[in-house]
């Protein structure tokens, strides 16, 4: 888990959000990088989060309260092929289209 937030404030809300200790690492605040003006982390859905890492993006809309919403459920299927590649930067740029 990625949060933006400091670790006092966003720990308990990752408590929450993490009732059955799926995630194996949480990283906050002091895990981005401080960039004009902006904390910036490596992995999140805003194309400014990833400025530094481009080719390893997989881009995604936000996500507010639409429950009808399976944007992330329909890349299992990529997800699971990428992790068997060696080298997975060319089917990012098929998936991006880059």
């Known amino acids: 888990m990625f949060l933006t937030s400091i670790f006092k404030y966003a720990d308990p809300v990752a408590d929450l959000l993490d009732r059955w200790g799926v995630f194996r690492a949480r ?3 002091e ?17 400014a989060s990833y400025i530094f890492h481009p080719e390893n993006a997989v881009p995604v809309q936000s996500w507010f309260d639409d429950m009808t919403d399976t944007e992330l459920l329909d890349l299992i299927p990529f997800f699971e092929g990428l992790s068997k590649e060696e080298e997975v930067y060319s089917m990012l740029h098929k998936l991006c289209n880059r």
């Not at 003006?37 to 805003?46: E, T």
């Open 27 to 29: 990283l906050f605040r």
């Open 31 to 47: 895990s981005c990088v401080f960039h004009r003006g902006n904390y910036v982390k490596d992995l999140d859905n805003s194309p």
